[in-house]
């Protein structure tokens, strides 16, 4: 190969791995924690909120309190009370489910009116450098576990999904994260 070719063919590789690294990183949890970061620092709620799957994150945070609540009643004793506490579940899921997602909506809003001014409920790292050193991310099959400190709140863990043509969003918090912050909130059964 002449040096000429080598002069065209250095730069035509070194373009086209930069290109499909490019591709990749846009593609990662890490690249949309970046991007709700930057929504976050522009307080634009509508943004941030793409990247929360509120239906889902209440669907799960809803799992837990319903278990948490009836873990403290008496267990069933016979089949019926068994098939009543299945009926009980269901209804106090279908009730808390929206108070969930109000909350969920509420804590994103509140979190990326005050950033910058004053904290919210959770503060998360921005900036390109902030998102690669603040946040420990470890894939789950198609899923990701997001671990971070929150300068207020402490340890801050979730899980993070991605579905065909949508960027990747945080779908689940941990369990212990989610009973702290409904002592700490008015959520109840009614």
Known sequence: MSTHGWAWGVPVVLLGVVALVSVYAVTTPRYALYRLGAAVQRHDVEDALRYFDVERIADRA????????LARQPAPATPAEANGRQLV??????????QVIDRVRVEVRRSVERAGAQAGPVVLPVGVVAVLKGFEV????????VSYR???????RFRMA????EPWKISEFDPDWVRRRAREETIRLR
């Open 62 to 69: 809803t799992d837990v309190l319903v278990a948490d609540y």
């Open 89 to 98: 579940a269901s209804l106090a899921k279908r009730r808390l489910r929206p």
């Open 138 to 145: 470890s894939r789950d099959g198609p899923d990701a576990w």
């Open 150 to 156: 929150d300068p207020g709140e402490g340890p801050v």
């Open 162 to 165: 991605r579905q065909p043509g």
